[in-house]
């Protein structure tokens, strides 16, 4: 196995536990090593730190395992059913009332560029390095024996790896194979889950326990949900008694999503409002009405450290006409899940739309990603979600 061995000094990160592998760390590679490959990391005096992926790139190594012995043949399940018992911790493998869940997040499970999401029977496998793509067959075995009562493990690779790479691949079932068409409970709501037609792996999973907290709040009030995408926000809204819930999004597709998904859940004693169009120019169109919640749940602006000051702008200017939306008194629940933008950046710039917007706004909860997408206390990048609730007056 190719070895990397590391500067005097950069083995102290690894030790610690963080596992990526900067290129500029690398004192030399001995050996060859293609992207994907398992490569040896070792300090400068040559002692084994662990294993992990090579790519020629900024991050050049993902360590998924410590230690100087090997990975077993059994590694990805041992790690798997880890996972999977920490999901039986937190009550959501075998719960009635949620059968949708995300069992391996990355680094936060120890199997850096890597997502599995459960939907029902059905595993998605969603690989964002070459090296866990190449060891996707003995991934998908994994999952199957590790996960009860399973039909099918689909891989949805394709859009998330490397261009170069990725035209050289195909979407399609590693094990067993199950209708694509997935009808999903969410603490008792239905969502209707595509893997293959779906953003993500299908569903937004993250925003679980958010739409779960919105509705506590919905009871008789009426609701504006932007960037609806299938409609999550809403249904738990209208589920909760909201008296009216208009969905925005630019996507006609969507648009049809959240339609199907708001008929799997009637009946509702309250009206819903699908409407496709540009959320910006909707929220800019001062004839439209105001509301007593506002939810404002948009796409990653910034994928990448250079797009992040155009990414701030761009949350301001948002953030701003979505406040002139709420009725005095009214709530606001505004999200960001681009990693680039740290929560106090994110809450900076939410003050800075409310002093644009002149209105005055009061915290009342500080949001994150669910425990089904944990962060490993040694790599803080794996938090990427982050939202306010605010009251405005």
């Given at each position: 196995?190719?070895?990397?061995?590391?500067?005097?000094?950069?083995?102290?990160?690894?030790?610690?536990?963080h596992?990526?592998v900067?290129?500029?760390?690398?004192s030399?590679i001995m050996?060859?090593?293609?992207?994907?490959?398992r490569?040896?990391v070792?300090d400068?005096?040559?002692?084994?730190?662990?294993?992990?992926?090579?790519?020629?790139g900024?991050?050049?190594?993902?360590m998924?395992h410590?230690?100087?012995?090997?990975?077993s043949a059994?590694?990805?399940?041992?790690t798997?059913?880890?996972?999977?018992?920490k999901?039986q911790?937190?009550?959501?493998?075998?719960?009635?009332?949620?059968?949708?869940?995300?069992?391996?997040?990355?680094?936060g499970?120890?199997?850096?560029?890597?997502?599995?999401?459960?939907?029902g029977k059905?595993a998605v496998?969603q690989?964002?390095?070459?090296g866990?793509?190449?060891?996707?067959e003995?991934l998908?075995?994994a999952?199957?024996?590790?996960?009860?009562n399973?039909?099918?493990?689909?891989d949805?690779?394709?859009?998330?790896l490397?261009?170069?790479?990725?035209?050289?691949?195909?979407?399609?079932?590693?094990?067993?194979?199950?209708?694509?068409e997935?009808?999903v409970?969410?603490n008792?709501c239905?969502?209707?889950v595509?893997?293959?037609?779906?953003q993500?792996?299908?569903?937004?999973?993250?925003?679980r326990?958010?739409?779960?907290?919105?509705?506590?709040?919905?009871s008789?009030?009426?609701?504006?949900?932007?960037?609806c995408?299938?409609?999550?926000f809403?249904?738990?809204?209208?589920?909760?008694?909201?008296?009216?819930?208009?969905?925005v999004?630019?996507?006609?597709?969507?648009?049809?999503?959240t339609?199907?998904n708001?008929?799997a859940?009637?009946?509702?004693?309250g009206e819903?409002?699908?409407?496709t169009?540009?959320?910006?120019?909707?929220?800019?169109?001062?004839?439209?009405?105001e509301y007593?919640?506002?939810?404002?749940?948009?796409?990653?602006?910034?994928?990448?450290?250079?797009?992040?000051?155009?990414?701030?702008?761009?949350?301001k200017?948002?953030?701003?006409l979505?406040?002139?939306?709420?009725?005095?008194g009214?709530?606001?629940?505004?999200f960001?899940?681009?990693?680039?933008i740290d929560p106090?950046?994110f809450?900076?710039t939410?003050?800075a739309?409310?002093?644009?917007a002149?209105?005055?706004?009061?915290?009342?909860?500080?949001?994150?990603?669910?425990?089904?997408h944990?962060?490993?206390?040694?790599?803080?990048e794996?938090s990427?979600?982050k939202?306010?609730?605010?009251?405005?007056?």
């Amino acid at each position: 196995m190719t070895e990397i061995r590391l500067k005097k000094g950069k083995e102290n990160a690894v030790r610690r536990g963080h596992p990526w592998v900067f290129s500029g760390a690398i004192s030399k590679i001995m050996g060859e090593a293609d992207d994907g490959d398992r490569v040896m990391v070792s300090d400068v005096h040559g002692k084994i730190l662990g294993y992990g992926h090579y790519h020629d790139g900024s991050i050049a190594v993902r360590m998924f395992h410590l230690g100087k012995e090997s990975p077993s043949a059994s590694f990805w399940e041992e790690t798997l059913r880890e996972a999977y018992r920490k999901r039986q911790l937190l009550g959501l493998a075998d719960n009635p009332n949620t059968d949708c869940y995300r069992l391996i997040h990355g680094e936060g499970d120890n199997m850096p560029g890597l997502i599995v999401d459960i939907y029902g029977k059905t595993a998605v496998l969603q690989c964002h390095s070459i090296g866990m793509h190449k060891e996707r067959e003995e991934l998908a075995q994994a999952i199957y024996k590790v996960v009860p009562n399973l039909d099918g493990v689909y891989d949805k690779s394709r859009e998330t790896l490397p261009k170069h790479y990725a035209q050289e691949t195909q979407n399609g079932f590693l094990v067993g194979e199950a209708p694509l068409e997935i009808s999903v409970k969410e603490n008792s709501c239905t969502f209707l889950v595509n893997p293959a037609t779906g953003q993500k792996t299908g569903f937004f999973l993250d925003q679980r326990n958010n739409r779960n907290l919105l509705g506590q709040y919905c009871s008789g009030k009426t609701v504006l949900n932007t960037f609806c995408y299938s409609g999550g926000f809403s249904v738990y809204a209208l589920k909760e008694g909201a008296s009216k819930v208009v969905s925005v999004d630019i996507s006609s597709k969507a648009m049809a999503l959240t339609d199907k998904n708001i008929e799997a859940n009637q009946p509702f004693a309250g009206e819903h409002q699908s409407v496709t169009a540009d959320v910006l120019k909707y929220l800019s169109n001062k004839d439209e009405e105001e509301y007593d919640i506002v939810v404002v749940d948009p796409p990653a602006f910034a994928k990448s450290l250079r797009k992040k000051h155009n990414a701030v702008k761009g949350y301001k200017r948002l953030n701003a006409l979505a406040f002139n939306k709420v009725k005095p008194g009214g709530m606001m629940f505004t999200f960001s899940c681009s990693q680039v933008i740290d929560p106090v950046l994110f809450e900076n710039t939410i003050v800075a739309a409310a002093l644009e917007a002149g209105r005055r706004a009061y915290v009342v909860h500080r949001l994150q990603q669910p425990p089904d997408h944990p962060t490993l206390l040694f790599h803080p990048e794996g938090s990427y979600l982050k939202g306010l609730v605010l009251i405005v007056d």
